[in-house]
Each structure stands twice: as C-alpha cells, then as structure tokens.
C-alpha cells in the first residue's frame, strides 16, 4: 500500500473513521495474490482462517501479533509465511498489497484501517464491515471453479449456511467437469475462428450430456462427446 501512515499519541496509529451512511455496494471480483506481500495483523484463529487462505492462493503472508496459534506458527516454523511476534506498527504497512487486521483490540484495528484507507490501501477488519475497503466471502471451491457468497458483512452466518448447502450440491464431480469444458474451450478455440460458433459449442456443451459421462468417470465417452460438440460446429464455408 502507499505510505503515509501518520501516528497517534495511542499505539502510533491515527484514530477515527467515517461512519457509512448508504449501504455500500461492493464490486465482486477475483484478485490474483501470488507472490503479493500480504500482511495480517493478529495471531487467533480468525487471523489463521484469513492466512490459510492466503498461503492456498499463493501469497507471501506477514503475520504480526505477540502471540499466535499451534498452526500460524508450524507454518512460520515452514517457512510458509513471516512472523514478527509483537504488535502492529505503522512501518509494517508499507508495501503491502492488502491488510488484514483480525486482532482482538476493535480500536487498533480501526485505527490501522484507517490509516491504511487514508493511503488508498486495502483492508480487511475481522467482524467490522464498515471499517472495510474489501471484504471476504464465505467460498465454495471445487479445483478452478470458485463460487463465492457475501451478504455485505450484513449475516456471516447466512453466507456459511449457503455455502455448506452449495457444498452438499456442488459436488467434486464439477471439477473434473470444469476440466473437460477446459479441454473443449481449448480445441474450438484452435480449430474454429468464428467466436460466435465458439460460444454456441460452449453453450451446447454445458446443457449436453457431458456432465454425466465426466460423473460416470469414463475419459473415452467424455473424449468423445467433446469430439461430437467440435465436429457439429459449422465451419466457414461449408456448403459453398
């Protein structure tokens, strides 16, 4: 993040935050965090949810906190990720990508939000969505495919309610089914120029029987279903 962060006579952070007015609308999208430097402030078991996934994405994580749990620290131990047991300064806020502060003191960790805000920086507060520039949806991953849920920091618990529903639904089946529509996006867009005929194979595919033969585990039915889509696809100049 930009530096600039100014400090307090309490903690070295400046205090204060606006207080949202309209409910905010947040703009869903998926960040590529590898090889970003990524910094959590605390070390309890919110801060481990945060840096597990984190470290899955590829992210080099900075943990700061006095005291952390058995797993932050295997993982330090690792090499998984840097710990700097004390607490929080305004130098660590320098260069990183994005802060999340899960530390159990709601006044440092507002106030670090603020001054990460102040410096057109990204933040994360564990249980404060008003104090946000980002927040983290409850996720359901099956490989690639990625179904995130939010409700705008508005119910946490109905957003993992609906991902323990999509999770008993979307089942592992999906990812193998992922890598076969993967495989037929990769032939049609070689073989076939025309981007309107790649969408419509695209769109036969995933209303297809495709699922159920990816389901089944037969690799020679589904190599040739995907066989079938390609070789239905018009060509240019057929019939001329």
């Known amino acids: 993040m930009p530096t600039g962060a100014r400090e307090s006579a309490s903690g070295g952070f400046r205090a204060g935050l ?3 007015g309209d ?3 947040f ?7 590898a090889g970003k430097r990524c910094l959590v402030v605390g070390g309890g078991r919110v801060a ?4 597990l996934s984190l470290v ?3 992210a080099e994580v900075e943990v700061v906190s006095p005291s952390t749990t058995a797993r932050l620290a295997a993982l330090a131990s690792a090499g998984r990720l840097r710990l700097r047991r004390r607490p929080v300064r305004p130098t660590d806020l320098r260069g990183a990508f994005l802060v999340v502060m899960a530390t159990d003191d709601a006044q440092v960790n507002r106030e670090v939000a603020e001054t990460v805000r102040s410096a057109g920086g990204l933040v994360n507060v564990a249980d404060d969505p008003d104090a946000c520039t980002f927040l983290v949806p409850s996720v359901v991953r099956r490989g690639d495919l990625t179904i995130a849920i939010s409700t705008g920091g508005g119910s946490p618990a109905l ?3 609906l991902r323990q529903r999509l999770e008993q639904t979307i089942g592992p089946e999906y990812e193998a089914f992922l890598g076969a529509l993967r495989t037929l996006r990769e032939r049609a867009r070689r073989a076939i120029a025309d981007p309107e005929e790649r969408q419509a194979i695209y769109r036969r595919a ?6 159920e033969q990816v389901a ?5 039915a589904v190599a040739a279903r995907i066989e079938d889509l390609l070789q239905a696809a018009p060509r240019a100049g057929a019939g001329t």
């Not at 703009?27 to 965090?33: H, N």
């Not at 995933?206 to 699922?211: A, C, K, N, R």
């Open 18 to 20: 606006r207080v949202s």
């Open 23 to 25: 409910m905010r609308k």
């Open 27 to 33: 703009y869903p999208m998926m960040v590529d965090v």
């Open 48 to 51: 481990e949810r945060k840096v």
């Open 56 to 58: 899955e994405c590829g």
């Open 159 to 161: 957003a993992k309610k």
């Open 206 to 211: 995933v209303d297809s029987d495709l699922f």
């Open 216 to 220: 089944r585990g037969d690799p020679v």
